[in-house]
């Protein structure tokens, strides 16, 4: 599996924008960027996944550099609910492959 | 209404004994994961099943059986349980393919003593 780059930690005040970025400089044509969350004490939560167009959904935007060699996973208002780790994770394309974790950001909201 | 849950939600016991961790998803999907997660927080994978069928087994000892009685479930079966055992284990379900999100379980948190 290609390898992924992510802070090891971010920090981000209540209700502003966050930018979590991502390096993925091995990811191949067929590989998507996924992008999931883990809150304290839960089972890790999907966010957002993108091939190369910028995505967008309820819980948070994805903008996929033109090369793909890099993503930033965006939050619009930061919440104290949005501290988590989040996880940026490529997969293949067309396979049963398992998604594989990195060691993630941890993202603290300050009130 | 779960779409996948695991039961026991925690599960102290013994060492060297045996203890089953079930799962079960009613989403329809084809492809069932079980990962574990130790006390550093690292996210590993066990094993991948594709239609009942195991497509991957990650290094994890014998001591590890699951069981895909059918789509919808994926039991893991631990035996002669050892202290570095004491981990959460995640079940997970997606469809087969990249374009596909994957859904969690909230955890089994396994405590051997």
């Known amino acids: 599996d290609a390898k992924t780059t992510q802070p090891n930690s971010m920090e981000s005040n209540e209700e502003e924008p966050v930018h979590l970025p991502c390096n993925h400089s091995?990811?191949?044509?067929?590989?998507?960027i996924h992008w999931y969350r883990q809150l304290p004490s839960q089972g890790p939560e999907y966010v957002i996944h993108?091939?190369?167009s910028n995505v967008n959904n309820r819980m948070a935007s994805l903008a996929i550099a033109e090369d793909r060699k890099s993503s930033t996973l965006i939050l619009h208002r930061a919440t104290l609910r949005d501290a988590a780790v989040y996880y940026c994770?490529?997969?293949?394309?067309?396979?049963?492959?398992?998604?594989?974790f990195g060691s993630g950001t941890q993202l603290t909201v300050l009130p | 209404d779960t779409a996948v849950s695991q039961t026991p939600k925690y599960l102290v016991t013994q060492m060297g004994n045996d203890k089953s961790i079930k799962c079960e998803q009613n989403?329809?999907?084809?492809?069932m994961y079980w990962y574990k997660q130790d006390s550093k927080k690292f996210l590993k994978i066990m094993f991948s099943?594709?239609?009942?069928?195991?497509?991957i087994n990650e290094t994890v000892p014998n001591r590890f059986s699951p069981k895909s009685p059918d789509k919808a479930h994926l039991n893991l079966h631990i035996n002669s349980l050892e202290l570095g055992d004491s981990a959460v284990y995640f079940c997970?379900?997606?469809?087969?393919?990249?374009?596909?999100?994957?859904?969690f379980g909230q955890g089994t948190r396994l405590t051997v003593v």
């Open positions: 997970a379900s997606s469809h087969i393919g990249g374009n596909t999100e994957a859904f």
């Open positions: 091995t990811i191949s044509g067929t590989d998507y």
């Open positions: 993108g091939l190369t």
């Open positions: 994770i490529l997969r293949a394309s067309g396979s049963a492959r398992q998604l594989t």
């Open positions: 989403l329809g999907h084809d492809t």
């Open positions: 099943y594709n239609n009942k069928e195991l497509i």
